[in-house]
């Protein structure tokens, strides 16, 4: 019995390594069909080391897990421990299930700490340095996301030690993105990190950081306590004194995530599980779809201006109730009933007029009631679980600040508080005292992670990361597949268009059609071209055959088998 056994472990463990990614040679694969499970991500490394834990035994969770670790080592920009997240799951049994670790306000945070002696904003405040940082949600996140995995977090947290110890060849983006931002790390740093060097950085340099391993091996040894107490958190509070922030040892150690009941709709006969507050993103999403249900989209066709036309001033709406309403549902009364019932949703886009803009300041939000970087990840497993995850530091590289000896970067997440009402944010995004700053608050995000069932039987999983344009690019999303019949790929890739409510224009990704922007444009609507936004992952599951496709706007790149 033994003799046989051992060729064949050894076989079985030759084959799993021969599978893994090499990380100095590895490139992007945008789409395939898998039979058993794949992973959608921003990064080849962390799509690789997803699939490897799900080819070890482990579920989709599992694998999200992993996944959101190896990007904290392989895609700084966004992948983070410095940062918050949301996970939307559906587990083969049929629960549903949100984990809110979204970052919290420090206990010494004040609700005018970013305004002047005048009273006005100074945004560099709230978006640079260490007085912009939330305390961190992401490694609690993880932690409480185990409860519906089976793989200790040792064995989660593997790849990720490898990784940041042995280095890494980082992609031409990475490169880009260290170099573009150098003085920047200089400058808001107190100490030495793995971000700065002499040289610029190249494509394929080797990217090696071993306090952020010390980091990740705390964590794999103590779970939650290795990273909110003891001395990663002693290191969080000591960067933080140097820097003049104002995260404490405390504040660490109160961090909690929380499972929330996820927000499910129905939408034209599918059934949609998305993210609840505290973010914005499933409440805008479902009252989007809600204004356009009835209207004849496939008449008038895919970007035709008249179904563009309908899907901006529905979104023009939701952004508007979203200033007025929306806030940590801990903290204020938020009537999500109200806004999300199928009757208010028809009256509030009654007033539409064909061809012709509803002007934003005509566009109150509706009532009264009583009462830049992120990133995706979608994950299916061969049992029928999926999973649906968006994490982010807030804007490329969050604060900026490295954790001095711990290696991994803070979040600059306090800029998604209104810091004072009406004014905007990195988004353009304006609020009011909904999402005010209180200590131990979260501020109100878009993240939209998502998963469609058809039939109860996960369909798409998506989200996408983007800012405010999150909950527009899933808006599309969705439409473009159940409204439009458009298959994976072209989904994914099609340009996009979005519109806030504030300010008045419309965005548009310059692939999208020519006419339709001329058409737009004739009937009254700023139209302004942007660079490309959003970076959506996507995972369809039509008859049991699985793809996956990673958006081609950046490194994403999937795995499966
Ligand atoms: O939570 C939010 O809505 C933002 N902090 C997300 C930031 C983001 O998507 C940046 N990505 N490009």
Redesign the pocket.
């Known amino acids: 019995m033994r003799s046989f056994l051992f060729p064949l472990l050894l076989l079985l463990a030759l084959t799993s390594a021969a599978q893994q990614v090499d990380p100095y040679h590895y490139s992007s694969r945008k789409y395939m069909e898998a039979k058993r499970f794949a992973v959608s991500s921003a990064h080849p490394l962390a799509s690789g080391a997803g699939a490897q834990i799900m080819r070890e035994g482990g579920n989709a969770v599992d694998a999200a897990i992993a996944v959101q670790l190896a990007l904290a080592v392989v895609y700084p920009q966004?992948g983070n421990l410095g940062g918050?997240g949301f996970m939307v799951a559906r587990m083969a049994d049929g629960r549903s299930v949100t984990i809110d670790y979204?970052e919290k306000a420090p206990g010494r945070s004040h609700r005018d700490m970013y305004l002047d002696s005048a009273g006005n904003p100074v945004t560099a405040r709230s978006l640079e340095g260490h007085l912009a940082a939330g305390v961190p949600g992401t490694v609690a996140g993880l932690v409480a996301s185990q409860a519906y995995g089976r793989l200790p977090l040792s064995k989660l947290i593997a790849p990720a030690i490898v990784l940041a110890e042995k280095g890494f060849a980082i992609t031409e983006q990475e490169a880009h993105g260290l170099n573009r931002l150098r003085d920047m790390f200089i400058r808001l740093n107190t100490q030495p990190n793995a971000f700065v060097k002499d040289t610029p950085w190249k494509t394929g340099d080797t990217l090696i950081q071993q306090d952020l391993a010390n980091t990740l091996r705390r964590i794999a040894k103590k779970g939650g306590k290795g990273f909110y107490s003891g001395e990663t958190a002693r290191l969080v509070a000591a960067e933080m004194r140097r820097g003049g922030g104002i995260i404490t040892e405390t504040d660490m150690a109160a961090y909690k995530a929380v499972v929330r009941q996820p927000l499910e709709f129905m939408f034209r006969g599918y059934t949609v599980i998305t993210m609840p507050l505290p973010?914005?993103?499933g409440i805008g999403l479902q009252q989007m779809l809600g204004m356009v249900e009835d209207f004849p989209l496939e008449k008038t066709g895919f970007h035709s201006p008249e179904a563009v036309q309908r899907m901006i001033e529905a979104e023009r709406r939701a952004y508007a109730d979203r200033a007025e309403y929306l806030g940590d549902p801990d903290f204020v009364k938020v009537p999500v009933a109200q806004l999300t019932d199928k009757k208010y949703l028809q009256e509030r886009i009654a007033d539409y007029v064909a061809g012709k803009p509803s002007p934003s300041k005509s566009i109150k939000a509706g009532g009264p009631f009583e009462s830049?970087?992120?990133?995706h990840l979608s994950v299916v497993d061969a049992e029928g679980n999926a999973v649906s995850v968006?994490t982010?530091l807030?804007?490329?590289y969050g604060s900026k600040v490295v954790v001095g000896g711990a290696g991994f970067l803070l979040?600059n997440?306090m800029?998604?508080f209104s810091v004072k009402p009406g004014a905007p944010n990195?988004?353009g995004l304006i609020g009011t005292e909904a999402n005010a700053i209180a200590p131990g608050k979260r501020?109100?995000?878009?993240?939209t992670p998502t998963i469609v069932l058809k039939n109860g039987k996960p369909y798409m999983v998506t989200g996408?990361?983007?800012?405010?344009?999150?909950i527009t690019s899933l808006f599309q999303t969705l439409v473009n597949d159940i409204v439009f019949g458009m298959d994976a790929k072209s989904n994914v890739n099609a340009p996009k268009f979005h519109h806030q409510w504030w300010p008045e224009d419309v965005r548009i990704e310059k692939e999208f059609p020519a006419a339709t922007k001329a058409a737009l444009e004739k009937m009254g609507y700023p139209v302004k071209v942007g660079s490309p936004?959003?970076?959506t992952e996507l995972i369809r599951i039509v008859d049991g055959k699985i793809e996956a496709v990673g958006d081609w706007r950046g490194d994403d790149s999937v795995a499966g088998e």
């Open positions: 966004a918050g979204r973010s914005s993103g830049t970087e992120t990133t968006t982010t807030n804007g490329s979040n997440e800029d998604d990195l988004y501020m109100l995000s878009c993240m996408t990361p983007g800012g405010s344009t999150i936004w959003s970076r």
